[in-house]
């Protein structure tokens, strides 16, 4: 009994303190990690992104159009392998700056200056021929293979090969 008259205070004791120390904060929730850059940029054409749902269209240069938009086969084969670096940049990249300007193109896309991991989109693509610097003039991706070869057929699009 007596044994029972000690013990109960010091259950009542340690109950109580317990209660008396303050609950740990609730630990921070991790961040989500940042969408990798593949996951934000999608390449529609060497010039032309999507880039977090905004239609764009890089500053400074004219790519090759891709088919059926191509006007013969040497701008289709540029077009695809102009498309391809730019996939490849946005695969190996994981930082992306997007500066738009005021100006829009013909189809209201908003011409933007583009860097990847600080490569500016435009620079890389010129540089590597993979397209023509626009303040210059509309490069003829054709014309060294379409008008400068004789007897070379004139062709407005690939499509006239099926007439």
């Known amino acids: 009994m ?34 990798a850059l593949t996951e934000r940029v999608k390449v529609l054409n060497a010039d032309v992104l999507v880039v977090d749902g905004q239609h764009i269209r890089l500053a400074g240069v004219w790519a090759p159009q891709p088919i059926p938009d191509a006007r ?5 084969l540029a077009a695809r392998e102009a498309t391809a670096r730019m996939r490849e940049i ?53 014309e060294p293979i379409s008008t400068n070869e004789p007897g070379a057929p004139p062709m407005r699009s690939l499509m006239d090969f099926g007439r």
């Open 2 to 35: 007596r044994l029972r008259l000690v013990l109960l205070p010091l259950a009542v004791a340690a109950a109580l303190a317990g209660c008396d120390r303050p609950e740990p904060p609730p630990e921070a929730a991790p961040r989500p990690p940042e969408p």
């Open 72 to 76: 013969c086969w040497a701008e289709a």
């Open 90 to 142: 946005i695969q190996q990249g994981s930082e992306i700056t997007v500066a738009p300007s005021a100006a829009k193109d013909a189809y209201n896309r908003t011409i933007t200056h583009v860097t990847v991991d600080r490569l500016d989109l435009s620079d890389a693509l010129a540089e590597r021929g993979l397209a023509a610097v626009s303040d210059r003039y509309r490069f003829g991706w054709c």
